[in-house]
């Protein structure tokens, strides 16, 4: 990740879960999200982005941090998938 977005995202994300050594790619659920956090999650997005996404995206895509810095960029150029990345 490199972007101004990518990093904001990546320092909310750390933020939210303290993400455990190790665990740098693991998906929201697998770092014990919950719905508390995914209110946090999107609502700190849309406070320091200006960027707005739906909370049942993350219950159903269960995002990694790399994905979801990519649907935020999208979301910010437009569209957005929030598709795990690498998935078919």
């Known amino acids: 990740m490199s972007s101004d977005i990518d990093k904001k995202v990546e320092q ?4 939210i879960f303290k993400v455990p050594s ?8 697998e770092l014990g999200g919950e719905s508390i956090s995914a209110v946090r ?3 700190r997005i849309e406070e320091e982005l ?3 996404i739906d909370i049942g995206d993350i219950f159903e895509e ?3 941090l790399e994905s979801l810095a990519s ?8 569209t957005v998938n929030l598709a795990k990345t690498g998935d078919a």
């Open 41 to 43: 999650l999107v609502s």
């Open 12 to 15: 909310i994300w750390k933020d």
């Open 50 to 52: 200006d960027v707005w």
């Open 62 to 64: 269960d995002p990694n």
């Open 71 to 78: 649907a935020v960029r999208a979301k910010a150029a437009g």
């Open 22 to 29: 190790g665990q740098e790619d693991a998906t929201f659920f």
